[in-house]
C-alpha cells in the first residue's frame, strides 16, 4: 500500500478555503485516495474519495493532479467545527473485508 | 438511514475484572464490522473485524475477544482487564468493499 505523507499541522481562518495537502508519490493505479477526519473525542468521520478525477460532495472537494503523486482536500468556507485532525488513507479496493490504517494526519485549527 | 450505536458511553474498571462493550447497526444488512482502540495521544488500532455471523479475525495478539452473535451486532469482550487495555474503543460498519466505514460514538475506557 502505497505511503502518504501529511503536514502535522495546518491553521486557517474561519471562513476562509482549508487546503489540506496529501503527498502519494508510490501509489498505484489502482490504489483510491480516502479521506477521514476526527474530531477530538469523537470517532473518524468519512469525508470523501477518489481514484483519478476530482470529486466533490456536500462537506469538502478532493483535488487529485493528474500523475495522481498528491492530493488536496478542500474545505470551502472552514468553520470552528471543522477543526480535527485529517486523514488522508491510500489503499486498494478489493470486494469483501478492506482494511483502513490511519496514520497521524493533519491537525487543522480553525481560529476566528 | 443507518445508525450505529455503542454502549456504554464511559467505563471505569478495576484491574482484573471482566468487560463487555457492545455495538449494534441499524438500517443495513450483512455489514463488515470492526472493533479499533485508540490509545490517549495515539493513532487508531484495528483490533477485530467481521465480514459476517460468527466469524471473526484479530488484528493483535490480546487479552480482547469479539464475537458477532447477530449480524448487526458485535460485542468485544475480556475476562481480566489490565491497565493497558484503558483507551477509547471504537466500533464501525462499512458495506462489502470499499474504505467508507462508519464510526460509532465510541466507549471511553478507564481501568485502574
Known amino acids: 500500500d502505497a505511503k502518504t505523507t501529511q503536514p502535522p499541522s495546518m491553521d486557517c481562518a474561519e471562513g476562509r478555503a482549508a487546503n489540506l495537502p496529501c503527498n502519494h508519490s508510490?501509489?498505484?493505479?489502482?490504489?483510491?485516495v480516502y479521506w477521514y477526519r476526527q474530531i477530538h473525542s469523537q470517532g473518524p468521520q468519512y469525508i470523501i474519495h477518489?481514484?483519478?478525477n476530482n470529486e466533490t460532495n456536500e462537506m469538502a472537494s478532493l483535488i487529485i493532479t493528474e500523475d495522481r503523486k498528491s492530493s488536496t482536500l478542500i474545505l470551502p468556507h472552514a468553520t470552528l467545527r471543522d477543526t480535527a485532525v485529517y486523514y488522508c488513507?491510500?489503499?486498494?479496493?478489493?470486494?469483501?473485508?478492506?482494511?483502513?490504517?490511519f496514520g497521524a494526519g493533519t491537525r487543522l485549527a480553525v481560529h476566528p | 438511514s443507518q445508525t450505529i450505536h455503542q454502549w456504554p458511553a464511559t467505563l471505569v474498571q478495576p484491574v482484573g475484572s471482566p468487560l463487555s462493550l457492545e455495538c449494534t447497526v441499524e438500517?443495513?444488512?450483512?455489514?463488515?464490522l470492526y472493533w479499533y482502540r485508540q490509545a490517549a495521544g495515539r493513532g487508531l488500532q484495528l483490533l477485530f473485524y467481521?465480514?459476517?455471523?460468527?466469524?471473526i479475525s484479530s488484528e493483535v495478539p490480546q487479552n480482547l475477544s469479539a464475537s458477532r452473535p447477530q449480524d448487526r451486532q458485535f460485542i468485544l469482550s475480556s475476562k481480566k482487564l489490565l491497565l493497558s487495555d484503558s483507551g477509547f474503543y471504537l466500533c464501525?460498519?462499512?458495506?462489502?468493499?470499499?474504505?467508507?466505514?462508519?464510526f460509532g460514538p465510541g466507549t471511553r475506557l478507564t481501568v485502574t
Open positions: 464501525a460498519w462499512s458495506g462489502q468493499g470499499g474504505y467508507e466505514q462508519y
Open positions: 508510490t501509489i498505484s493505479g489502482n490504489e483510491y
Open positions: 477518489g481514484l483519478k
Open positions: 488513507i491510500v489503499r486498494v479496493v478489493t470486494g469483501g473485508y478492506n482494511k483502513l490504517i
Open positions: 438500517g443495513t444488512s450483512n455489514p463488515n
Open positions: 467481521s465480514v459476517g455471523i460468527g466469524q
